[in-house]
């Protein structure tokens, strides 16, 4: 110890000394290239010259930073939430005014300021459940089964928290798709489990495959102990939305393979393609009928930051567990009463999510930029039927590749690097979520405004046709 | 797997599946205790005859539950980022105008309602260091090394996670205080790593002992790799306040035996016993001078659950860290990032944390708690110094310890809950937060109206009396 004294000791946490599975996290979303689009926007401020005048963020599903305009009811009964003075106000409508005053009881103290019990205000996720029966069709949901949280990714990660065990071939595997949201990946590695990757059909509008699942499971059943199989629907980033027939075989292979299935359905209400539509995997399990009804474990997820809401600063979300072992369900209770309680402005919104409304500028967006990309010749766009994303495939010349290896870069990352750098766009190299070896993509959302995504997809072909040429 | 097709499957998560960390994690603030009375609560809606009318909660910092008005200006200036359209109204004061401008401003699309990037907004952290810096007479602090949470109790966990790594003995160990607030007991549980507990001197008012640390220290580093010591200054659950000494010797301590310092400072704002005074690790620690310094690493956590703010509800709060690597520190950044960002509204609480306000009527409550409970014979209440609990130890007579065990039930669980039952008092057992083997306390918030505070010491009084009494 003599040698701290004498001042010479290192640091106790360095990046030798501290967690390696969080060292192995990654998190494309906002990795490097957001980052760079920071220090961008700082250079712009400072009066850099540059090429362009904004950066636009299209690497993440950010409706209001988008300019999607927030609801005017839900921000009226917040407002009298945080501050029921203004319940005596006569600007405010008395639907809104009812639905607080509502709120304010189910508060402790009538403050939003009040801590809630752990899984959520009751007669929130009584309400909740209300909205579930009507998405179903009237399949009953139990509040009990429901739990809100802070935003889907808390409830999401508490949910593989209780499903990760074991040690070496015997720890617990968890299917993901390939490309997925790289929470999965994260918290997978946070948590040292096994990700199995299953890879969707890009050829078939990136379906869900079963064969393509049981390659994937039995491969992986000689290094881990496969026990979860995750699902995100509609996809993200791929956008597809999945048919009944698929989700009916999903189950069918969870049921039989014995595995505990997550649905990430935070995008239900982001759906608009023509001849889409939504199932919930709820709805559809219990239509089956038993065993699956009666047995199949299912957690599913949703979320005020996407849908018509758009309210990703407030972390409202919440999960229904379906078939969950009772006494599990109560570790899980007891294993969220630990942060407390979820945000509880967040939970009011979730309170709110059964208001319908329709998304047809984003079925417009997702059309165009559909069209965009297809006439581009070396880019190659499925049909955005859902969620609010595009993950064009794009070629990229050897030559680019080559500069990318040189750079000690993945080649669709040094893409997205010089498409921000010289047009000011960010979008997230396809490597952050994962895709076929040798092919190359991005994942873009769909969010801004409808002449501003015009120009910028304007700006993405003709940035690529020189990137090609460039390289060539 | 033909036994599930045909229905015999048993649940793929079970309590022996599921992940052994997250069944060990225990957190007595919210456990059974706290689960009856809520369906005591229940019962009594149902008009079930109980000794008494309502269930008073004094199980958890709860402020704004036990009727502590939220602050007007924090909920106008709320009021007015949740509906900018009141910007507008007369009904507003222009400070609180100027200051909702000024947050809308910082945020995505001027809306609580974008997410904000991974270590919150940047001139809330602005802010955030402006209040430090003044809290500790104008020794500076960096905004780049202050990350906003959801709550205390998220950055908590997040600095503990990037510190627990090795295997077997070479697992790494956390120092933390007995009698403790159990997030930290759970904390460790889930994350795997060992505690390693220090006890605090009740017969010296809760003292921390720096000779209780070395033999903590010395006996752990046969069973794990020491190399993080929490403190809780003001203490929860034991309402102490650590002198300018105490603090210093404890720095040099974590220094020579190469310890990371973590300071839970949630009740800085919570100190009102006379001769008092709260001493910032930041500041004592900068003030020690070299190598101290320029080396000690700290991570050093505050909230708006806590002070005049009590806004629990918005999981508002924040960590700095100092001397910490700057390779770690970004993997810190990246972990917070999977999480994407706190929830906005409570960033904005955290923006204004600054705006002081005394706090006589705790330091009221604290001094008749201590009064009340030191007249009863076998009831002994160390000074209130600070944060909002007091921590009685009480003799249990032989005879209620002999029942307890026939209910295998810990005798001062026995005590709360006979208590509960009685009276409608909830108060959490000592054994929740650890306590000297023999000895018996009760975790008791001191936050109830005068009024009510001192009609529920009268009960506890007399319930000990006559509990003390039916089992003598």
């Keep these: 110890m003599a040698s701290r004294v004498n001042g010479l000791k290192g640091k106790v946490l360095t990046l030798d000394t501290m967690n390696p599975c969080v060292r192995r996290v990654e998190y494309a979303v906002r990795g490097p290239i957001v980052q760079r689009a920071l220090e961008l926007e700082q250079e712009l401020r400072q009066g850099v010259k540059k090429p362009f005048t904004e950066v636009i ?262 999960v229904e567990v379906v078939n969950m072992d009772a006494e599990v369900q109560k570790q899980m209770g007891k294993l969220m009463s630990v942060r407390l309680c979820p945000p509880v402005p967040g939970q009011a919104l979730v309170d709110m999510v059964e208001r319908q409304e329709v998304l047809a500028e984003l079925a417009a967006k997702a059309k165009l930029t559909e069209q965009v990309f297809n006439e581009a010749p070396g880019i190659r766009c499925n049909p955005v039927q859902g969620a609010m994303y595009s993950f064009p495939r794009v070629q990229l010349p050897l030559k680019a590749v080559q500069r990318a290896q040189e750079l000690g870069l993945a080649p669709d990352m040094f893409f997205c690097l010089s498409l921000l750098e010289e047009t000011g766009i960010c979008v997230v190299p396809g490597s952050g979520f994962g895709q076929q070896e040798g092919t190359y993509h991005f994942r873009m959302t769909i969010l801004p405004p409808m002449e501003k995504l015009r120009l910028l997809l304007e700006k993405l072909r003709h940035f690529y046709a020189k990137f090609t040429r460039d390289y060539s």
């Design 57 to 318: 963020r299209a690497n993440i599903g950010d409706a209001h930073a988008m300019g999607q305009r927030p609801i005017t009811f839900f921000r009226q009964v917040l407002a009298l939430c945080v501050y029921p003075n203004l319940l005596g106000s006569p600007d405010f409508p008395e639907d809104a005014k009812k639905r607080a005053e509502r709120i304010l009881q189910a508060c402790g103290g009538h403050s939003l300021g009040a801590y809630s019990i752990s899984s959520g205000i009751q007669p929130f996720r009584e309400d909740v459940a209300q909205y579930i029966e009507r998405r179903d069709g009237g399949i009953p949901a139990d509040p009990n089964n429901i739990f809100l949280s802070t935003g889907a990714s808390d409830a999401i990660v508490t949910v593989l928290k209780l499903l990760v065990a074991g040690e070496g071939r015997a720890r617990t595997g968890v299917l993901i798709p390939i490309p997925q949201y790289p929470l999965y990946s994260a918290a997978l590695a946070e948590l040292d489990a096994v990700q199995v990757d299953y890879y969707l059909d890009e050829e078939r509008a990136w379906a869900l495959d079963i064969a393509e699942l049981r390659r994937a499971l039995c491969q992986a059943r000689d290094r881990c102990c496969p026990r979860v199989l995750c699902v995100i629907n509609p996809g993200n980033p791929t956008g597809q939305v999945q048919t009944r027939e698929c989700i009916e075989a999903v189950i069918r292979f969870a049921f039989e393979e014995g595995l505990f299935l997550m649905a990430d359905e935070v995008y239900q209400d982001n759906v608009y393609a023509e001849g889409s539509q939504f199932h919930s995997f709820k709805k559809v399990l219990m239509e089956m009928g038993p065993p699956y009804a009666t047995q199949q474990e299912l957690a599913s997820f949703h979320s005020v930051s996407k849908g018509y809401m758009g309210e990703c600063g407030f972390r409202g979300g919440y």
